[in-house]
């Protein structure tokens, strides 16, 4: 059985209070600049390790720019060949990192599209690699990992319900926990959503959407939860407080991510952020890392940043409580159903 006394990391005034459940992580996000090299490398792709980092990170004056420098962090994955050694590996490091932050359990959203066309693969044997790759990894690493299929709100229809179609086959179906719509939620279409995930409901996995993330999208947030069902919200912190009691009624969870909204700018100061709000309203709140290498943090540092935003060391317990309360589809895991459900979720001496 997995050592909790090992992991315990020193929080600065937070007491000894252990991170070890992420739900809110994007595999693209996870990728960092030295894998990128030495994929390009290998591949004869001349970049510099400096080149790749300034091209996948901030500089502190891109800090709260919006979006499009914010996107423009990912740009390079596009150029990279992404063969089968090249996913493995980058699979391997992102599941090395997340053991040695200490976190046992993480949720992965991840969208094959990328992967694809260099292999010549469907969408289901992308689908098929990728599960079985970090199936691999996280056994080597000692933690677990939900696969979340992430579909973008802007890539186009067809290709959505493909991917959709994919993961509801029988041999796929019990390695993916969930869908995780993400990207740019202008795009949000509650009728197309509804309509494509209609059976995806009937088997209790999670229904996680990006929205409520930009000023003016509150009834994103609303229609999410009454339109389309959704038991997780990623951000949602512009969502009204009438649609908060909603989601406190309906048990929804708000992964949050106070790094991410900072370095996008939606947030402009961090002690506007609505997690405290939101959390004494009683909602279900989780911190999360979101894209670790582009915001440069891990989840101490969220928890470090969640004090700022004005939670206190009981709140920032409860929060990483939260994350690690078993949903049922955690049975769904990749690896062995029982360890989120056996660990304590969080060790305070
Ligand atoms: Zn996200």
Redesign the pocket.
Known sequence: MYNLLANIKYYPGLGQIMPIVER?R?FGGSISPSTVHTIMAANGQPFTMKEIISRMTYSKKEIGKGFKPFLEKFSILDEVHWSEWAIDESISQVCKDIATEGIKHVDI?LSPNKYMKDNKWSIKDALKFVSRSFLHHTKRNNITCGLLLALRYDSSRAIQQSALEAINDSTMFDKWIGIDL?GNELFYDPIFYKKILDRWHRHDKVLRA?VGELPGTARHVKSAILDLDANRI??GIYASNETLKLAIDKGVYFDL?IH?NIYTGVINNVKKHPAKRMMDMGCKITLNT??PIQFGCTLREEMILAQRAGLNSSDIKRAMTVAAEPMQVDRMAVDEPVSILEMSPVYQV
Do not use: G, N, V
Request: glycine share 0%.
């Open positions: 809110h994007h959203s993400i990006h990623a951000h991510a991410s979101d894209d």
